[in-house]
């Protein structure tokens, strides 16, 4: 296992992968609040399908530093960059930010920090998709929906995390190793995601 103190390019890394994705979180918030608000208004729930982009911090961060807390911080300061440019849900993604970082470490941790492949990933990735339906459904109007609707989005949510955040990510840091960018992480020293 890889020590979990925590070095200036862990550092930097982190912050760099949470600002760029506070800044796709705002474009994403666009399309959300445009195209896909339309594309899915017959049956809100699928808009789920589209949701697992915010969750890639969470999930793409401790895949790359290997360290207890990364994907806390890179989500949280993701959704925090989001807000200061100007989320359509204020300053509330900040708690999305908190609860979405905190479900990715709880994927990596049951792996005691240890395993850091594919499953793990797709694990974390899933976690987030039920926080973040958790808020959902007790924050929103999405609280109004039928149960039948609730479980449809949160089973979505949670694939859409698991795919787009979790086999996303791995495959993300897979192709960014082959590249050697990821020399002085343990995740650009090895062959394959283990």
């Known amino acids: 296992m890889q020590g979990n103190r925590w070095r200036t390019v862990d550092i930097v890394v982190t912050a760099i992968i949470a600002v760029a994705?506070?800044?796709?979180?705002?474009?994403w918030n666009l399309l959300w609040f445009g195209p896909f608000s339309a594309a899915f208004?017959?049956?809100p729930p699928a808009g789920a399908v589209v949701t697992g982009v915010?969750?890639?911090p969470a999930v793409l961060a401790?895949?790359?530093v290997r360290k207890p807390g990364a994907g806390l911080f890179a989500e949280l300061v993701a959704a925090t960059v989001?807000?200061?440019?100007?989320?359509?849900?204020?300053?509330?993604?900040?708690?999305?930010?908190?609860?979405?970082?905190?479900?990715?470490?709880?994927?990596?941790?049951?792996?005691?920090y240890r395993r850091w492949g594919l499953t793990q990933a797709v694990l974390s990735g899933a976690l987030i998709g039920a926080a973040a339906s958790t808020?959902?459904?007790t924050t929103t109007s999405y609280g109004e929906?039928?149960?039948?609707?609730?479980v449809a989005y949160t089973l979505i949510q949670m694939a859409s995390g698991a795919l787009i955040a979790g086999a996303g990510s791995a495959g993300l840091t897979r192709a960014l190793g082959q590249t050697g960018v990821l020399a002085?992480?343990?995740s650009g020293r090895t062959r394959e995601l283990v």
């Open 184 to 186: 002085p992480f343990p």
């Open 82 to 112: 989001s807000a200061l440019i100007g989320s359509g849900w204020g300053l509330s993604v900040l708690w999305y930010g908190l609860a979405q970082g905190a479900a990715g470490e709880l994927g990596f941790a049951l792996g005691r």
């Open 21 to 27: 994705f506070g800044v796709i979180f705002w474009a």
């Open 135 to 137: 808020l959902d459904l």
């Open 41 to 43: 208004a017959a049956f």
């Open 145 to 150: 929906w039928s149960a039948g609707w609730q």
């Open 54 to 56: 915010w969750f890639v």
């Open 62 to 64: 401790p895949l790359i």
